[in-house]
């Protein structure tokens, strides 16, 4: 369940050193006793879109034919695809020309004419933009779509890191300063996040529940729908009652 990443984002090294490089430890590491999976990275920040023009589709046909051996891709959906900006937009460069899809294409090609497999290690988009809405989810669908070549996904970052404070990247995944999830999470995950409840998770008007009407406990559906979560609460009766029946069923009786 582990997977040894040799190198992040390697750049301004030439892809031959890179491969050359990355040879020599995979070779020492197997020699180890290590039989896990190994991910590699090409040089340009291992950027899908420029897997052909940074000279790596040429380089990486030399890597050793180690099928414990998978492709650390990385491809951000903003202009310069560094994953810094705002917003989804085509960048002025021909390799960043279209969305999200177009950009993995060069990389997906390559893989699967070479019999290699990837790990889209990382990605992200700000969402909220007409391209973004719909670039994120294709993109997604794409990876699905041709999993002959893509092991999965990593979506790019959880913290601010080196972009400033808490709430500066629109690109992040971190919830914002008043705890509210960001709208990434609909599109990764494929639910809505619960909405801002409203407390006390009480009746205002009467109904089904015994009590007054102006106090009536919520349904449990209702509950969750309104706090997205659920606890029940038991009086001292019936924690005793629980407990003598050593947690084997979820009521203390049918009352």
């Known amino acids: 369940k582990v ?31 290590y039989v896990g999976v190994i991910a590699v990275s090409g040089t340009a920040y291992s950027g899908a879109h420029s897997w052909v023009t940074s000279g790596n589709a040429a380089a990486f046909t030399s890597l050793v034919p180690d099928p414990g051996v998978i492709f650390d891709i990385h491809q951000y959906l903003d202009a310069d695809g560094a994953g810094d900006t705002a917003n989804c937009v085509v960048g002025s460069s ?7 899809i177009f950009r993995l294409a060069p990389f997906t090609t390559w893989a ?3 019999g290699r497999k990837a790990l889209l290690g990382e990605w992200s988009f700000t969402p909220g933009s007409t391209k973004c809405d719909t670039w994120a989810p294709d993109l997604l669908d794409y990876l ?18 080196a972009f400033g404070p808490w709430d500066s990247n629109p690109q992040l995944l971190n919830p914002l ?47 969750v729908n309104r ?12 924690i005793s009652a629980k407990l003598a029946l050593k947690g084997r069923f979820s009521r203390t009786s049918a009352a």
């Open 227 to 238: 706090c997205g979560c659920l606890m029940q609460q038991f009086d001292e009766n019936a």
């Open 94 to 100: 021909p390799t960043l020309a279209g969305d999200g």
């Open 3 to 33: 997977i040894l990443g040799l190198m992040n984002e390697p750049n301004g090294v030439p892809a031959t050193t890179v491969v050359s490089v990355q040879n020599t430890v995979i070779n020492a590491i197997r020699a180890a006793g």
């Open 144 to 161: 699905g779509a041709n999993d002959d070549v893509w092991c999965g996904h990593s979506y790019w970052a959880n913290f601010p890191t």
């Open 112 to 114: 699967r004419a070479n």
């Open 177 to 223: 300063t008043d705890g509210t999830d960001r709208d990434q999470i609909t599109v990764l995950t494929g639910y809505s996040p619960p909405g801002t409840s409203t407390y006390p998770a009480v009746r205002i008007t009467a109904g089904t529940k015994t009590g007054t009407a102006s106090q009536q406990a919520t349904e449990a559906n209702e509950f």
